[in-house]
T-cell receptor, first 117, second 111 residues
Framework: GAVVSQHPSRVICKSGTSVKIECRSLDFQATTMFWYRQFPKQSLMLMATSNEGSKATYEQGVEKDKFLINHASLTLSTLTVTSAHPEDSSFYIC?????????????FGSGTQLSVL | KQEVTQIPAALSVPEGENLVLNCSFTDSAIYNLQWFRQDPGKGLTSLLLIQSSQREQTSGRLNASLDKSSGRSTLYIAASQPGDSATYLCAAVISGSRLTFGEGTQLTVNP
């Protein structure tokens, strides 16, 4: 099946620094990519939807200036957490959608555990 | 706004037992409903996808049902194994590929 590669899998950073997370579709071109956040023992919450070459659409309550999303190609989307603070510590996961036949399929990355000290 | 709830939050069973995980959603106008498996600190593995026009889907020991009118879906796992231990998430799709996830059921299958 299709593979979505997400890096890094784990990152620890100091408060105030910026962290970039990459999401790549390895063997297909993703129509759309999604970014989710998951706090401990909570559900995955959609942060933003991005389409190649256009600005991301952010969910209500997600700061677009803090969570910068770049979707420069059909195979790569990046999420940059700017000026990270301890409350940004969370599990971030991306997914990519592709149309196969008559249906749209979703494939998820393996996630990034962000810890901000 | 779509809300998805999963019951129970955690479940521990002996190996070999059949079990049912429950998922309910508030907006019946769904495009499809999906069940995922999540292992600790890892991504999601898609298990089953039920289109809104379907009643159930089966894959191996897994069977998922969908009742749109009542806003419910169940995931049935037959003959559970320790390797089935994971968190199971259901997600409802209203449009496009935007998923609304439940909080998950953490399953432990004891040898």
């Amino acid at each position: 099946g299709a593979v979505v590669s997400q890096h890094p899998s784990r990152v620890i950073c100091k408060s105030g620094t910026s962290v970039k997370i990459e999401c790549r579709s390895l063997d297909f071109q993703a129509t759309t990519m999604f970014w989710y956040r998951q706090f401990p023992k909570q559900s995955l919450m959609l942060m933003a939807t991005s389409n190649e070459g256009s600005k991301a659409t952010y969910e209500q309550g997600v700061e677009k200036d803090k969570f910068l999303i770049n979707h420069a190609s059909l195979t790569l989307s990046t999420l940059t957490v700017t000026s990270a603070h301890p409350e940004d510590s969370s599990f971030y996961i991306c997914s990519a959608s592709v149309f196969g036949g008559w249906e749209e399929k979703l494939f998820f990355g393996s996630g990034t555990q962000l810890s901000v000290l | 706004k779509q809300e998805v709830t999963q019951i129970p939050a955690a479940l521990s069973v002996p190996e070999g037992e059949n079990l049912v995980l429950n998922c309910s959603f508030t907006d019946s106008a769904i495009y499809n409903l999906q069940w995922f498996r999540q292992d600790p600190g890892k991504g999601l593995t898609s298990l089953l996808l039920i289109q809104s026009s379907q009643r159930e889907q089966t894959s191996g020991r897994l069977n998922a049902s969908l009742d749109k009118s009542s806003g419910r879906s169940t995931l049935y796992i037959a003959a559970s194994q320790p390797g089935d231990s994971a968190t199971y998430l259901c997600a409802a799709v209203i449009s496009g590929s935007r998923l609304t996830f439940g909080e998950g059921t953490q399953l432990t299958v004891n040898p």
